[in-house]
Structure formats: C-alpha cells, structure tokens
C-alpha cells in the first residue's frame, strides 16, 4: 500500500538528514506523554514465526457454527469488577460482533450487532439473541467492547460507529457505555432494565485523532474503538484501554527517530515516505473514582508511528505482578518498508502505565501458520490465559485478503470462518510467551 504525501516526504527527508547530521531530531508534534513507548520498525524487524508462537494450521471450514444463522467475530467475556470471568448463578456469558450469515464477509462490520450468549461449562454456547433492545444503542452499527458485571448490573461498552439517523455509512468513532440488569435462571440469562445509553470517550484531536483529522490524511488509519474496562489490582483504579491513532494530521506529524529505533538501525534501514500514514496507538483513560461520569483521557500507552495502523482490542492481563498489554494487528497495517503477521502483540511492563517492553523481542505473541495466514483474528486473553479469536479465512492459496472480495460469493462464504476458533492456551514467563496448546473451539474456562 503506497500511499503518496509530499508534505510528509519533506519531513522525514529534514529529519533524516537532521539525524544523520547528528543535531537532535526535530520538536515533536506534541502527542505522547512521558509514560508513551514507541513500538519502533527495529522491533518489528526482529519477529520471527517458530514453534512458540506460530499457530498450526486449521481447516477451519470444519468448526462448528456457534451462532446458528449468524456470523461472529470479535468475542469478550462478562468480567466481575476484578476481572476475573464472571458467572452468574452458575452461568458464564460471552457477547460477540455478529451480521446474519448471508452477509458477505467483507461487509459484515457495516451492519454488526452484539449478540450474547451463555454457557454452564464455559464451552457449549447458547445464543441468547441481542445484548440491547433494538434501535436503543448509539452509532449506525456497534462495534467490540467489554462487559463488567457488579453484583447484577452488567455494564456494557462498545463503540458506536457512524451516526444514527444518518442514511449514508459513516465511520466515525465513540465508545459509548449502557447499565443494565443480568436476570438468569435455570433456562438461561437476559439482560434487561437498560439505562440511556451514554457516550463516555470521543477523540480528543491532541493524543488521539479524530475522524476530522484523519480525513486530512490522505490515506492512513482511523481508529477511536474497542473499549476494554480494566482495574489495576495494585491499587484499585479503574481504566478504559481503546485503540487509536495518533492525534493530529500526518503532516503534522514529522518523523522522529525513536519511530524507527537505534541510530544504528535507522542508518541500515531508511524510511520510505509512505510510512508517515501509520499511526496505530493504545489509548488509555482513568475512570475516576470508578464513577463512569467522571472519565480522564490519558497519553498512549504504547504508538507505533511510522511502523503499524492498527493497534485493536488492547488489554491487560497481570501475571505474577507484571502487565501484560495485547493487542490484535492485520498484515496489511503496518507502515511500509516493514512486515509482521496477522497475530496478536504483546507489551510488558511493571506498571500499569509507562515502561512497556515488545514481548519477545518484536512484540509477536501469536501468528497466523505462513500457509494459512488469514486463519483466526481478534484474539483477547482471558485472566487464565485461554486466547479467545474467531475464524477468518481460511485456504486462500496465496490469494491476499484484500482479492477476497473480487471472488464469487459462493467463494467468500465457503472459505470465511465466522465463528470462534479453537481456543489457544498460552504461557507467559517474564518478557517471553510461548503457545502450550490448543484447546477446544469456544473454550473460555
Ligand atoms: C477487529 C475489529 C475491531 C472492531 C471490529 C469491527 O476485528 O476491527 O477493532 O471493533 O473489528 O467489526
């Protein structure tokens, strides 16, 4: 993807040759805060698909449908307020992105839904139907969130995606949030009693673009999604975790050198111009007090400029004192000059915020298998370390995902996945993981 921008070329050939002549690099456009580590190109230039993260290969035209008459994809469990999986009179519930199965699967996020359903032994789902009574939920669709429950009150976040009321698709981006009541019994579980919906985050411009600035981008990303609720067990404090972008326009938006890494690699290694366009962040924003009221935008915690577009459905999981940030990322998203898989990343730190580390090195937790590089997405990481992702696409023989849409319909659907994958046990070990096993699909707890 080559996307081309004079003004941006200006800037990173001035700051090459700033840095090459050994001046500081060039004041930044201010977006990141102290506690914000740059992903660099250097990073991503050290992943390497082995055994301990490359997924094996899956037919996945042989799963099970989990949701009969429905595609799902994006999946997440209801959490207690400690984030742990919830269960509710011994009933575990999941709520995913769904669009009727005749949908073709390129078009499925223009009309998604979430659905929920529920489960005794955290593997058998029933689907319960739609989380939110129709027409009360913001946006044109909805798109991933989280789910907390408080004694019975679930409260639910997602991303409202396009206006309501308007007639043409847009894609602007809120995460919105809705209090409701969990009422379960020996059939199963709904939700009822539904709050007015409210909008919690909207990009601020500063830290995280908005759809405004991104418009002034000739090409590039464009992200305000994937609300994650998560409190910090060292001290109580609650948090939004959400994808973004770096705020600002791309020209304004010169490149540094900590994007590419050492000065060492930056010599070996020259940008290309179309890299400015990549501006994937993981945003963070206090809920304070726990009063979601009262919410308090944050620096990023972790920017990939110049290396990656797309940073989705990031999320914490604390192990043996440390955190551990994922985060979901496709290959055609990283910047150009520089490749990685369709996988999910990872982050380690001592602290929730500030002093992020890539795991392994480059950041590469889990990878699609080179022969089936589409098989499975959207992965979260539940607190036992159960990776839970749905099937992609599957036997492409070397086609790329973007070909897919050229194909036949019968072609698209026969070779989409549309619901969870087999579930993937991981192990995490200071600033290493490593994939242990593969669990049943749908697998939770
Ligand atoms: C990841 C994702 C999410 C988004 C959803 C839309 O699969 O891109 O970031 O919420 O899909 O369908």
Redesign the pocket.
């Known amino acids: 993807m080559i996307r081309k921008n004079k003004k941006a070329l200006t800037a990173i050939a001035l700051a090459t040759s700033i840095i090459a002549s050994g001046i500081a690099a060039l004041p930044a456009f201010a977006q990141a805060g102290d506690q914000t580590v740059n992903w660099t190109r250097e990073d991503v230039s050290k992943i390497e698909l082995n055994q301990d993260n490359t997924l094996p290969t899956i037919d996945i035209s042989k799963l099970d449908k989990l949701a009969p008459g429905y595609h799902m994809?994006?999946t997440w469990p209801l959490m207690d307020r400690d984030g742990n999986i919830a269960s509710y009179k011994g009933w575990k519930v999941i709520f995913a992105?769904s669009a009727p199965n005749d949908v073709l699967p390129g078009k499925?996020?223009d009309i998604?839904t979430i659905r929920y359903f529920y489960s005794k032994n955290g593997k058998d789902w029933t689907l319960g139907g739609e989380l939110f009574p129709k027409g009360t939920a913001f946006g044109q669709r909805q798109?991933?969130?989280s789910a907390m429950l408080d004694g019975d009150q679930i409260h639910a976040f997602y991303?409202a995606?396009g206006r309501e009321g308007q007639a043409q698709l847009t894609y602007e981006q809120r995460i919105a949030t809705a209090t409701g009541k969990i009422v379960a019994d020996s059939n199963g579980v709904r939700f009822e009693n539904w709050d007015k919906h409210r909008i919690i985050l909207e990009p601020d411009g500063k830290y995280y673009q908005t759809v405004e600035q991104a418009k002034q981008g000739e090409g590039g990303g464009y992200?305000f999604?994937?609300p994650m609720w998560f409190k910090d067990p060292k001290n109580g404090k609650e948090y939004i975790l959400f994808?973004g972008n770096s705020g600002g326009i791309v020209s304004e938006r010169p490149f540094k050198q900590e994007y590419a890494g050492s000065a060492g690699y930056l010599q070996q290694h020259p940008v290309p111009a179309g890299a400015a366009h990549a501006n994937g962040n993981i945003g963070i924003a206090e809920v304070v007090g726990g009063d979601l009221n009262n919410i308090k935008m944050l620096p990023p915690l972790v920017e990939a400029n110049y290396v990656n577009e797309?940073l989705?459905?990031p999320h914490v999981v604390v192990k043996d004192k440390k955190y551990y940030l994922f985060t979901?990322s496709h290959i055609n998203k990283y910047a150009e000059g520089i490749t990685g898989p369709e996988g999910m990343y990872g982050f380690v730190s001592d602290t929730l915020i500030g002093g992020y580390k890539p795991l392994n090195g480059s950041g590469l937790v889990i990878a699609n298998p080179a022969d089936n590089p589409y098989q499975a997405?959207?992965w979260l990481v539940t607190p036992e370390l159960n990776v839970v992702g749905?099937a992609q696409f599957g036997d492409l023989n070397g086609m790329t995902v973007g070909e897919i849409g050229n194909q036949s319909p019968e072609f698209q659907f026969s070779h989409f996945g549309g619901t969870l994958a087999p579930t993937v046990k991981i192990s995490l070990n200071g600033d290493t993981t490593k994939i242990e096993k593969i669990l049943p699909q749908g697998w939770i707890k």
């Open positions: 994809w994006d992105l499925v996020h998604a798109w991933a969130g991303t995606t992200a999604r994937d994808e797309e989705e459905r979901d997405y959207s749905f």
